[in-house]
């Protein structure tokens, strides 16, 4: 309630001193006529140019009446003027003026962003993920309903919004239509279920990852329909025990898998119908010798996969291919893949 006054404080603050500012003209107006016996525009115009302080000659010389009603004007109105111009600066510097034209920015750039990712939540995890999406220039929206933190999101470079990831509307306004996928990282799991929920509702085609604390929600989510159900804690204990025992293993696949790396990465690259890379055979195609790179795997269209395939193994439409090699021998291979 505190929070509430607050807020009504400050929006009535610029509307009350305006109206004690229009008060003290329509007085002083008022009193130049009645003491001096003035019209009313030589009233009106001496005393604005008293609260005003321009500093121009009187209209009529003042009797000894009109000089102290000057003074008690002076006195009142100068400090009340300043004080509504002030004000109104302030609002128009600090949440007018700048706050609109970053408000007609963002919905510009919602309703033009494509090929993204929406991102449900701006907590730990939702933050990290941010993180790496930006060091690899991959578009993304987050959807934070906790004002701090979505401005946060904004403080960093993000596109953010202040609502709620299980809405249609909101998931419209984010341009779900247009996305690549989706990420749901809300703070709760319930909340996540629903987020993927009116996902999957919205766009059958589109790949989701949600995030579980428990095994009952990673049930939940894959039945809601996530893709790929993520249990921060699960792989967590996994990659502490892997570290354990397999320490250079471990460190190779951060290495290949970091987006900070300049001189290793693993990539996976889609087959486009049609691409020259098509039903040929990794012998074939030769990319060990033109681009370097090692085939880890292939993951077939319907979904399997084929670990360290032999070189007779064909390539067909609409795999993937699982490959490691140098940053830009990746860019070249995916270039190649999907050129028709």
Not at 216 to 237: E, H, M, N
């Amino acid at each position: 309630m505190t929070q509430r006054g607050g807020r009504l404080f400050r929006a009535q603050g610029p509307g009350l001193a305006v109206a004690l500012l229009v008060s003290i003209v329509a007085g002083g107006t008022a009193g130049y006529m009645l003491i001096e016996g003035w019209g009313a525009w030589d009233a009106f115009y001496m005393t604005i140019i008293t609260v005003t302080t321009v500093g121009y000659r009187e209209v009529h010389d003042l009797s000894f009446a009109g000089q102290v009603f000057t003074v008690a004007l002076l006195v009142g109105g100068v400090g009340a003027a300043l004080y509504t111009f002030t004000l109104l600066a302030t609002v128009v510097v600090e949440g007018g003026i700048p706050g609109r034209l970053q408000r007609r920015r963002q919905q510009r750039m919602l309703e033009s962003i494509k090929d993204h990712f929406i991102i449900c939540g701006y907590g730990r995890i939702g933050r990290i993920v941010a993180q790496q999406f930006r060091r690899q220039n991959v578009p993304f929206v987050v959807i934070e309903r906790d004002p701090d933190r979505v401005h946060t999101a904004m403080d960093e470079g993000a596109l953010g919004v202040e609502a709620d990831a299980s809405s249609e509307e909101v998931l419209k306004r984010v341009g779900i239509d247009r996305a690549r996928g989706l990420i749901a990282a809300v703070g709760t799991d319930a909340e996540n279920v629903y987020a993927v929920l009116s996902a999957r509702v919205m766009r059958p085609d589109l790949f989701i990852v949600g995030r579980a604390e428990t095994e009952d929600a990673t049930i939940k989510l894959k039945r809601a329909g996530a893709d790929r159900v993520i249990s921060p804690y699960q792989i967590g204990a996994v990659q502490m025990a892997q570290t354990a025992l397999r320490p250079a293993v471990v460190d190779f696949v951060e290495l290949a898998t970091s987006s900070d790396n300049l001189e290793l990465a693993m990539e996976e690259i889609a087959i486009a119908p049609g691409s020259a890379l098509a039903d040929r055979s990794i012998l074939d195609a030769n990319l060990r010798q033109r681009y370097g790179v090692i085939v880890v795997g292939i993951q077939r269209q319907a979904g399997r996969m084929e670990f360290n395939p032999e070189p007779e193994t064909s390539i067909h439409p609409g795999d993937k291919l699982v490959v490691l090699g140098r940053p830009e021998s990746l860019r070249g291979l995916e270039a190649e893949a999907a050129r028709t």
